[in-house]
C-alpha cells in the first residue's frame, strides 16, 4: 500500500498557542483546535478533500501518478503561457510565409513550432483587419487555446463574460478599455472543445523592422483573446 | 475585467482537480467533447440560480462534473469518495500541526463497495 501524503503549509505552532492562551475562554472556542498546547492540521475545505478522495481512490487503483499530475500543475503553472501564444502572434507579424500557413492551417502552423493541443483540438487563427475586430468566448464551459495562452483567466470562466460577450460585445469591450472605430465589426467566436480559436491582433505602428522578440512584449493575453489589442511601442517602455 | 497579473490558479485544489482530469482524459477514460459537454451541463444548472464568478464556483462545478463522470464509469462510486474524505478529515484532525498528513496503513477494503 503506498502512502499518500500532502504537506501542509508550516505554520507559526507556538505563534497559535500563545494567542489562543492569551485570549479571555469564550473566544477559544473559534479556535480551529481543541488543545493549544497540542494543535492538529487545518481541515481543508471541503471542495478539497472531495478532490483528495478521488486522487486517492485512483491512485489505489493504480489510475493515477501523483507525481504526472504534479507534472501537469507544473506544466501549467510555469510553461505554458500566453508567452506561447505571443510567439506566433509575432512570428505571423513578421513571416508572411508563416502567416499565410497559420491563417490556412492553425493547428499545423502551430504544431511546426511545438505547440500541441493535449486534448487533440483544432486551433483556428482570427486575424483583426481595420473592418473586423475578432473576440473569442466559450459560451458553453471555458473552452480555450491551452497551448498557446495556458489556463484561462477567471473573467473568462465567468457568467458575466460567457453570456454578455456574444449578446453585448461592444460593451464588454468597453469595460476592457477597447473602444472601436463605428466602422469596426465585431465577431464574437464560440470555441468548443473541438475548436479554439486564437485572435492575432493588429500590428502596432512603428514596430517597422522589429525583432520577433521585441514584438512579442508587446502581444498580450487579452490581445490574443480580443478583449485588449497589442500595446503600442511606448506602452513597454520600461 | 482587466488583465492584471494573476496566478494561474488561485487554490490548490483547483489544479489539483484539474490535473486529475487532464491526467484521466490523457489515460484515455474520456473524451475531451464528453467532458465539455457534462462540465458545461454543470455550469448551467448551477448558473440557474446565481451568476458564477469564474472562481471557486467554477471549480466546484468541475468537481461535481468529475465525480459524476467517474461513478458513472464506475471508477470512484459516491460511497466511496464519501469513505476516503472522511478518512481524509480524521487524518487531518488526528495530524499534529506541521506534520505531513498521510493515510498510512490505511486500508482500502474499509469502502463498502470493494
Given at each position: 500500500?503506498?502512502?499518500?501524503?500532502?504537506?501542509?503549509?508550516?505554520?507559526?505552532?507556538?505563534?497559535?498557542?500563545?494567542?489562543?492562551?492569551?485570549?479571555?475562554?469564550?473566544?477559544?472556542?473559534?479556535?480551529?483546535?481543541?488543545?493549544?498546547?497540542?494543535?492538529?492540521?487545518?481541515?481543508?475545505?471541503?471542495?478539497a478533500?472531495?478532490?483528495?478522495?478521488?486522487?486517492?481512490?485512483?491512485?489505489?487503483?493504480?489510475?493515477?501518478?501523483?507525481?504526472?499530475?504534479?507534472?501537469?500543475?507544473d506544466?501549467?503553472?510555469?510553461?505554458?503561457?500566453?508567452?506561447?501564444?505571443?510567439?506566433?502572434?509575432?512570428?505571423?507579424?513578421?513571416?508572411?510565409?508563416?502567416?499565410?500557413?497559420?491563417?490556412?492551417?492553425?493547428?499545423?502552423?502551430?504544431?511546426?513550432?511545438?505547440?500541441?493541443?493535449?486534448?487533440?483540438?483544432?486551433?483556428?487563427a482570427?486575424?483583426?483587419?481595420?473592418?473586423?475586430?475578432?473576440?473569442?468566448?466559450?459560451?458553453?464551459?471555458?473552452?480555450?487555446?491551452?497551448p498557446?495562452?495556458?489556463?484561462?483567466?477567471?473573467?473568462?470562466?465567468?457568467?458575466?463574460?460567457?453570456?454578455?460577450?456574444?449578446?453585448?460585445?461592444?460593451a464588454?469591450?468597453?469595460?476592457?478599455g477597447?473602444?472601436?472605430?463605428?466602422?469596426?465589426?465585431?465577431?464574437?467566436w464560440?470555441?468548443?472543445?473541438?475548436?479554439?480559436?486564437?485572435?492575432?491582433p493588429?500590428?502596432?505602428?512603428?514596430?517597422?523592422?522589429?525583432?520577433?522578440?521585441?514584438?512579442?512584449?508587446?502581444?498580450?493575453?487579452?490581445?490574443?483573446?480580443?478583449?485588449?489589442?497589442?500595446?503600442?511601442?511606448?506602452?513597454?517602455?520600461? | 475585467?482587466?488583465?492584471?497579473?494573476?496566478?494561474?490558479?488561485?487554490?490548490?485544489?483547483?489544479?489539483?482537480?484539474?490535473?486529475?482530469?487532464?491526467h484521466?482524459?490523457?489515460?484515455?477514460?474520456?473524451?475531451?467533447?464528453?467532458?465539455?459537454r457534462?462540465?458545461?451541463?454543470?455550469?448551467?444548472?448551477?448558473?440557474?440560480?446565481?451568476?458564477?464568478?469564474?472562481?471557486?464556483?467554477?471549480?466546484?462545478?468541475?468537481?461535481?462534473?468529475?465525480?459524476?463522470?467517474?461513478?458513472?464509469?464506475?471508477?470512484?462510486?459516491?460511497?466511496?469518495?464519501?469513505?476516503?474524505?472522511?478518512?481524509?478529515?480524521?487524518?487531518?484532525?488526528?495530524?499534529p500541526?506541521?506534520?505531513?498528513?498521510?493515510?498510512?496503513?490505511?486500508?482500502?477494503?474499509?469502502?463498502?463497495?470493494?
Open positions: 500500500m503506498p502512502e499518500i501524503a500532502f504537506k501542509c503549509a508550516p505554520v507559526d505552532k507556538s505563534g497559535i498557542a500563545a494567542l489562543d492562551k492569551s485570549r479571555a475562554a469564550p473566544h477559544s472556542r473559534v479556535m480551529p483546535h481543541d488543545d493549544p498546547d497540542h494543535p492538529h492540521t487545518l481541515l481543508p475545505p471541503d471542495p478533500l472531495r478532490v483528495k478522495a478521488l486522487e486517492t481512490i485512483l491512485t489505489r487503483k493504480g489510475l493515477v501518478d501523483p507525481a504526472a499530475l504534479d507534472a501537469i500543475i506544466t501549467y503553472e510555469h510553461k505554458i503561457g500566453p508567452r506561447n501564444g505571443a510567439h506566433v502572434v509575432a512570428k505571423a507579424w513578421s513571416d508572411a510565409g508563416f502567416r499565410a500557413a497559420l491563417l490556412e492551417d492553425a493547428t499545423a502552423a502551430v504544431s511546426d513550432l511545438g505547440y500541441f493541443g493535449r486534448q487533440g483540438e483544432h486551433i483556428v482570427a486575424e483583426n483587419t481595420p473592418e473586423v475586430h475578432n473576440m473569442v468566448v466559450c459560451t458553453l464551459c471555458s473552452c480555450y487555446p491551452w498557446l495562452l495556458g489556463v484561462p483567466p477567471g473573467w473568462y470562466k465567468s457568467d458575466a463574460y460567457r453570456a454578455r460577450a456574444v449578446r453585448a460585445p461592444r464588454v469591450l468597453a469595460e476592457f477597447v473602444t472601436l472605430p463605428e466602422e469596426t465589426a465585431v465577431r464574437v464560440d470555441s468548443t472543445a473541438e475548436v479554439r480559436y486564437l485572435v492575432i493588429r500590428r502596432p505602428a512603428g514596430t517597422e523592422g522589429w525583432s520577433e522578440t521585441a514584438l512579442m512584449d508587446l502581444v498580450t493575453r487579452d490581445s490574443m483573446i480580443g478583449t485588449g489589442l497589442a500595446l503600442a511601442p511606448e506602452q513597454t517602455a520600461s | 475585467m482587466s488583465g492584471a497579473p494573476e496566478p494561474v490558479f488561485n487554490e490548490p485544489w483547483h489544479a489539483q482537480v484539474f490535473a486529475l482530469t487532464v484521466l482524459h490523457e489515460a484515455g477514460h474520456f473524451d475531451w467533447p464528453d467532458w465539455a457534462r462540465f458545461g451541463a454543470t455550469l448551467e444548472r448551477h448558473g440557474l440560480h446565481k451568476d458564477l464568478d469564474g472562481g471557486d464556483d467554477y471549480f466546484t462545478a468541475w468537481i461535481e462534473t468529475l465525480e459524476a463522470l467517474l461513478a458513472g464509469l464506475d471508477l470512484a462510486q459516491a460511497d466511496q469518495v464519501a469513505a476516503v474524505k472522511a478518512d481524509w478529515e480524521a487524518a487531518y484532525l488526528g495530524t500541526h506541521g506534520e505531513p498528513v498521510t493515510l498510512a496503513g490505511y486500508s482500502s477494503t474499509s469502502s463498502t463497495s470493494d
